[in-house]
């Protein structure tokens, strides 16, 4: 039987290969091939990765490579790459360079002139999205929001008229202040999503008023358990203006005049310049 072709380019590249965010059989056969066939693989963890690649039978070489060490580690790859080996970068659990220190491991390497091969698969918040049943077309991605309350709470405010779902990444030790948080400063009637434990055996994906969420966490120990994922449903339209023109007319605000802020908002998004200039009184005034 011929052996079947290499999974990897004939330049040396780094690979940026999805790992499972729980489930084992997530990994994806093209992951497999190019983890087995590089020479080193560069992960946040070594040693929770050589769990990943003991149950995959795969032998390559890991290499530490995290935030405390990122400027050595990233060195010793571009090193590598230099020499014609290829290199895998992975992360913990999901798509590397998404909201972990990967992204710049990743901008050092294309600064270098090697060429970076994404290998998708697993990814929370594509996962949590996928299941939500947002219908909006888009959503803008957060990830993690500042873990000190002034600084997460001033965060919120300024993501507050997206016309889009708001997706956040958050761990157990700050779940139950970040939803608080959430709804304290977003509309009460908007609706949360909260994925824990996307693939995993606990897997929760529930929905409800973002007013509730508070009291379904405290409700149970378990629901403050795990990963998270929260997706927060987008702006509720402004009446007579709409999401888009309340997102414009406020950060125009931040910078003019009420009369020119409601006359280039209208412009700009064609709602009524009237009702803009009525709103931007509300916002100023209050
Ligand atoms: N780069 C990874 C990705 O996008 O898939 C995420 C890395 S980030 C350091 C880790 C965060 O991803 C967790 O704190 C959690 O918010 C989210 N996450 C990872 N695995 C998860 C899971 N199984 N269920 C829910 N959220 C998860």
Redesign the pocket.
Known sequence: MAASPSPLSSTPSLYVV?TP??NLQDITLRAQAVLASVEAIAAEDTRHSQRLLDALGIRSRLLALHEHNEQAAVGQVIRMLEAGQHVALI??????????P?ARAVARVREAGFPVVPVPG???????LSAAGFVDNGFHFV??LPARQAARKAAIESLRAQAVPLV????PHRIAECVADLADVLEPQREIVI??????IY?QIVRMPLADAAAWLAEDANHTR????LIVSAAPAVEGIGAEAERVLGLLLAELPVKSAARLTAEITGASRNALYARALELKGG
Do not use: H, Q, W
Request: glycine share 14%; aromatic share 10%; with cysteine.
């Open positions: 999805a965010l729980g992360s913990d659990a999901g798509t590397p360079a998404v909201s972990d990967g697993a990814c929370a918040a594509i996962a949590a990830g993690f956040f990444y958050e761990s994925a824990r434990e996307l693939t995993k897997e795990g990963e998270f994922v």
